[in-house]
């Protein structure tokens, strides 16, 4: 999120007023002098807010500080720098072999209404490129978010910042947002899309979009069921795994111990590929974990499956620092006043679980990323999941326990080959696995465990390996 990543000036001691939601002062610029801070811990990929111009009046709830008010989509937005900052940001990204990734608002145009009427009071005029009433549907309140017709086909938004919907099914509205994206892709370098609310899109359009950009993107599709979302997939191939997120709070908040493992099942068995899709368990839309449950090895856990599990892992900033907003606005914390830390413990977790992930893709290139994910162990409080083939599988065990847990061993007989020599990425731990294959695993703390074939870890940078 831009405007709170990170300042110009470099300072870390700005206020920013969280109740209010205004603009923080987070810069394109200020992004650029932190981008160390975001690939030491070993990410290929930044992707920023929206970048065009939004509505600049404050209304009750705040400014337009996270991009998703979109007033002009051929200005860019004064408040996170000039077109020679953006196309600074990008040649310094791409100077690191990283990629740009840049979130999109297609589906709404916004106005301020200030409790008005959103059917009448919006100045179609003032919205640049969809300046006429006709770019748009007509006015209606969405009253069941479950409801695709009205999902689609009405306005998000409120009576207090109109969000006009496009009428993506016209003609002359799809070409124009295709000749925009293109240009937006060749001017400033842009590797990758995020689409904003792509669940309330024109399904028949999300193909016809992608085949415009011609590059990476994925569609927030906010939806709990895996048949609903993983149908998305034939419009669009990359889409939020929510079902994921959704089993990851059973298991890690409330103890659910079976949650996760019969929704991996379930994802793998109807959806056209899980590998596609976007992981995460933070953002900006959602409670932060630690405002759920403030657990520092409950959060390790859940970084753990976030890093690991099938398709493109994707970290809200400030995850690495165990930041606790509830909700919105208190989930969009400036990351400055944390000074930026290294040295903490989910920093630190982050960096380790993207060496081995990296590591597990090199040994492997073409295979590992596309192998399924699988459960091979359920106990009263843990759960293993492996991806890879033998001699390059990685294998996470997961514990719901917390800080509080005690010390025991697990036994698992599936995972790992006999008499193989395992280490644990975290701990630099090893233990053999028996000749008849059980691996006696020792557990404390709740702390999870990365387990690979110690033969596996030459060249990956962890555990004193080179």
């Known amino acids: 999120m831009t405007d709170r990543f990170a300042q110009t000036d470099g300072s870390t001691t700005r206020a920013c007023n969280l109740t209010e939601g205004i603009y923080c002062g987070g810069t394109w610029r200020g992004t650029i002098n932190r981008l160390d801070y975001i690939q030491d811990m070993g990410f290929d990929a930044v992707m920023i807010s929206p970048i065009v111009k939004n509505i600049e009046e404050r209304v009750s709830y705040g400014e337009a500080y996270h991009g998703y008010w979109v007033q002009d989509m051929y200005t860019l937005n004064p408040h996170f720098g000039t077109h020679q900052d953006l196309l600074d940001l990008s040649q310094a990204v791409h100077d690191r072999g990283m990629f740009l990734m840049m979130d999109t608002v297609i589906n709404n145009m916004a106005y301020p209404t200030n409790g008005g009427n959103p059917a009448t009071d919006v100045n179609y005029s003032s919205l640049i490129l969809f300046n006429d009433q006709g770019f748009y549907h007509p006015y209606c309140k969405i009253y069941d978010w479950n409801d695709y017709s009205q999902s689609q086909y009405c306005w998000t938004g409120d009576d207090i910042v109109a969000l006009p919907d496009l009428n993506t099914e016209d003609d002359r509205v799809q070409a124009i947002l295709e000749m925009w994206i293109q240009q937006m892709i060749s001017t400033y370098s842009i590797d990758g899309l995020r689409l904003d609310a792509a669940k309330h899109i024109t399904p028949g359009f999300l193909p016809r979009f992608q085949e415009a950009a011609n590059t990476f993107m994925f569609g927030e599709v906010y939806e709990r069921s895996v048949d609903i979302l993983c149908n998305y997939q034939k419009d669009l191939k990359s889409v939020t795994n929510y079902p994921i997120y959704f089993a990851l709070l059973d298991a890690f908040t409330l103890g659910n111990i079976e949650s996760l493992p019969n929704q991996v099942e379930t994802m793998k068995n109807r959806c056209p590929s899980v590998t596609d899709l976007t992981i995460f368990s933070e953002n900006h839309d959602i409670p932060r974990f630690a405002g759920l449950n403030d657990d520092i090895n409950l959060a390790r856990n859940i970084l753990t499956f976030t890093l690991l599990f099938d398709g493109v892992p994707i970290i809200y900033q400030g995850q690495e620092q165990h930041f606790s907003g509830s909700k919105d606005p208190y989930n969009r914390e400036a990351l400055w006043p944390s000074g930026y830390n290294t040295s903490s413990l989910l920093y630190k977790t982050i960096t380790t679980l ?113």
């Not at 993207?354 to 459960?375: E, W």
């Not at 996470?396 to 697990?410: E, H, K, W």
């Not at 294959?437 to 557990?443: S, V």
């Open 354 to 466: 993207n060496g081995i992930r990296k590591h597990a893709i090199k040994l492997d290139p073409g295979y590992y990323v596309n192998y399924n994910t699988y459960p091979v162990y359920r106990g009263w409080s843990e759960m293993a999941f492996r991806k890879g083939r033998d001699g390059h599988q990685v294998i996470m065990v997961l514990s719901t326990q917390g800080v509080n847990g005690g010390a025991y061993t697990i036994s698992m007989m599936d995972g790992f080959q006999p008499s193989v020599v395992v280490m644990d990425v975290f701990s630099c731990s090893t233990w053999t696995v028996s000749d008849m294959g059980e691996l006696r695993l020792d557990m404390d703390k709740g702390e999870p465990r990365v387990l690979v074939p110690r033969d596996m870890m030459p060249g990956s940078g962890l555990c004193g390996f080179g």
